[in-house]
């Protein structure tokens, strides 16, 4: 739980289970961007802040995804679909407190209503990939 920092951990949640804990959670879902998404929402999460470093183009409606580029290279290539550049810290520009700020203010956005750069370009009505959970034959 390493991106945890130092709070506690609540709760642990099976996939797509109904997220009812308050505080630092935890969900067992695949690695993949679109499954393990599409299984926080079904559980009921009302926002994603969703860390890239490869520049998934994920938008999952109903739920805002914030987009946050861990470099500064892919945030400028794909600017158009990256919400926050937090390649910006590794050179220096700006301490992890103050992305934090930055970060916070966007979900503070967000949740009044301005929309992603997901959400304007219109992407989300296909993300949506439920885990087949068990034995695919």
Known sequence: MTKGGSTNLVEVY?????????????????????????????GGVNMICFTTGCGSVIG????????????TTMFERLSGDMDINCGIIAEGKITVEEMGAVIFQKILETASGKKTKSELLGFG????????????V
């Open 125 to 136: 009505d296909n993300e949506f990939v439920p885990w087949q959970c068990g034995v695919v």
């Open 14 to 42: 099976q996939y797509a289970e109904r997220i009812l804990e308050k505080g630092l959670v935890f969900m067992d879902t695949p690695g993949y961007d679109l499954m393990s998404t599409t299984g926080k929402i079904a």
């Open 60 to 71: 999952c409606k109903p739920t805002p995804v914030i987009k946050l580029a861990s470099n």
